[in-house]
C-alpha cells in the first residue's frame, strides 16, 4: 500500500533549519537580516544577472516589475490567457491593461504567431509566462519586442533554472519575476524575487520595495513617490538561500519526475503531456495531463476520481483570464475565442509533481490512469 500521495510537498533537504535557527538565535528577523543579501546575490549568481531584490511573494514581485518598468493607466500589457491569476492581477494593480492571447496547443505557453494581432498604439510590454517551467519561445517574443518597441516582462514564477537556447530564466528579459511560494520549485513559503541586468531598474526596484525611502540620501521621513512594503524577512531568505545552494539539484528531481512520467504515460492514448519547446530546457515544475475524454473513454472528473480513491491527489489547472469576471468588471477585453485554453481547463490536471516523489510512486500513478479508463 502506498502513502496518501499529494499534488506537491516542498523538499528542504539542505541547510534549511541550520540557516533559520542561527536568523532566530542572533535575533536577526527582519528584512535587515544578512541572509536577504546572501540570498539576492546566491540568486542573481544562479541566474547570471547582476541584480536581484528579494520580496514576500511571487504576486508582488510581478507588481513591482511593472512598477519598476513605468506601467500604468492607459498602457496595456500582453498577457497569456493561460496563466495563473497572480499575472494579469499584477498589470490591473498599476491601472494598465491586461491584454489576452491564446495558448499553444503543444507547449501550452502564449501563442506567438497570435501576440501582434493584439499590439495597439497603447501596448507598452509583453509578459511571457514559462507554464509549468516549460520556457516560451524568447527569441520570437524578443523580436515581436523589438519591432514594435516592447518591454519583454518575464513571469518565470514557474521556471527557476529553466532554460532558453541555453540561456537561463532571468536573463531572458528586461525584468523578471520568481515566487517561491511552498509548491514552486525552489521556496521559502512565500517569497519572490525579481532580477535583472539593469542598474537603473535595480535602484527602482528597491526604492519602490521599501515604501519610496530614498535609496542613498540620509533617512528623513519624506517620500517623493508612493511605495510599498514588499520586502522579505531574514527568516524567509535563510530558507531561500539554503534553497538555492541545492538550485540544480532540485531541478534535476523535476526534470527526473517528468521523464518517468514520459515514460510510463506515453503510449496510453487519449493522454497528452505538455510538449517541450524545442529550443527549451522544461524544469517541469507542474505535470499536467490533458485527457481526450473521446479517446481515453472516460472525462477528466471519473479520472480524477478514481485517483482519488486510490489515494492520489490531483488539481485542476487555471481557469482562462478571459473567463475571469473580475478582469471582465475591470475592463479587461475578453470577448473572442481561446480554445487552446478553454480546452486545457476542461480537460487538463495536474498530477503529483513534488520534488520527493520515488519512482514507485509516480509508476503506481500512471498505472492507476491506464486502470481507469476500465
Ligand atoms: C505562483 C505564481 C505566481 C504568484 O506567486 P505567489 O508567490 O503565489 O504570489 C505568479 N505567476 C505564476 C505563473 C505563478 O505560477
Redesign the pocket.
Known amino acids: 500500500m502506498y502513502r496518501f500521495i499529494p499534488v506537491c510537498e516542498p523538499l528542504l533537504s539542505g541547510n534549511e533549519l541550520r540557516y533559520v535557527t542561527e536568523a532566530v538565535s542572533t535575533g536577526w528577523i527582519s528584512s535587515s537580516g544578512k541572509y536577504v543579501t546572501k540570498f539576492e546575490q546566491a540568486f542573481a549568481d544562479y541566474c547570471g544577472v547582476k541584480y536581484a531584490v528579494a520580496v514576500c511573494?511571487?504576486?508582488?514581485?510581478?507588481h513591482l516589475l511593472l512598477t519598476a518598468a513605468g506601467l500604468g493607466k492607459g498602457d496595456e500589457v500582453i498577457v497569456p490567457s493561460f496563466?495563473?491569476i497572480?499575472?494579469a492581477f499584477?498589470v490591473c494593480y498599476t491601472g494598465a491593461l491586461p491584454v489576452l492571447v491564446d495558448a499553444d496547443k503543444d507547449t501550452w505557453n502564449i501563442d506567438t504567431a497570435k501576440i501582434e494581432e493584439k499590439i495597439t498604439p497603447k501596448t507598452k510590454a509583453i509578459m511571457p509566462?514559462h507554464?509549468f517551467g516549460n520556457p516560451c519561445r524568447m527569441a520570437e517574443i524578443q523580436r515581436i519586442a523589438r519591432e514594435h518597441n516592447l518591454l519583454v516582462l518575464d513571469?518565470a514564477?514557474?521556471a527557476h533554472g529553466a532554460e532558453y537556447a541555453g540561456v537561463k530564466a532571468g536573463k531572458l528579459a528586461d525584468l523578471t519575476?520568481f515566487?517561491?511560494?511552498a509548491?514552486?520549485n525552489l521556496t521559502t513559503g512565500?517569497?519572490?524575487m525579481v532580477v535583472t541586468d539593469s542598474p537603473e531598474y535595480y535602484d527602482k526596484l528597491r526604492y519602490y520595495r521599501n515604501v519610496c525611502f530614498p535609496l542613498d540620501a540620509p533617512r528623513v521621513y519624506q517620500h517623493e513617490d508612493i511605495g510599498f512594503n514588499y520586502r522579505m524577512s531574514n527568516l524567509h531568505a535563510a530558507l531561500g538561500l539554503a534553497q538555492v545552494e541545492k538550485a540544480d539539484y532540485y531541478r534535476g528531481l523535476r526534470i527526473k519526475n517528468a521523464a518517468l512520467y514520459q515514460k510510463y504515460l506515453t503510449d496510453i492514448e487519449g493522454i497528452r503531456l505538455q510538449r517541450d519547446e524545442p529550443q527549451g530546457l522544461n524544469v517541469h515544475?507542474m505535470n499536467a495531463v490533458l485527457i481526450e475524454p473521446r479517446v481515453f473513454g472516460r472525462t477528466k472528473e471519473q479520472v480524477i476520481e478514481y485517483l482519488q480513491q486510490n489515494g492520489i491527489e490531483t488539481r485542476l489547472l487555471f481557469t482562462g483570464m478571459h473567463q475571469q469576471n473580475s478582469l471582465k468588471k475591470y475592463g479587461c477585453d475578453c470577448t473572442g475565442e481561446y480554445p487552446v485554453c478553454d480546452k486545457l481547463t476542461e480537460n487538463g490536471f495536474y498530477l503529483p509533481s513534488g520534488s520527493n516523489l520515488t519512482e514507485d510512486e509516480i509508476e503506481f500513478v500512471c498505472a492507476k490512469i491506464r486502470e481507469a479508463r476500465g
Request: glycine content about 12%.
Open positions: 511573494n511571487g504576486t508582488v514581485a510581478l496563466t495563473m497572480a499575472s499584477a509566462v507554464i513571469d514564477a514557474e519575476a515566487s517561491f511560494f509548491n514552486k512565500e517569497g519572490g515544475w
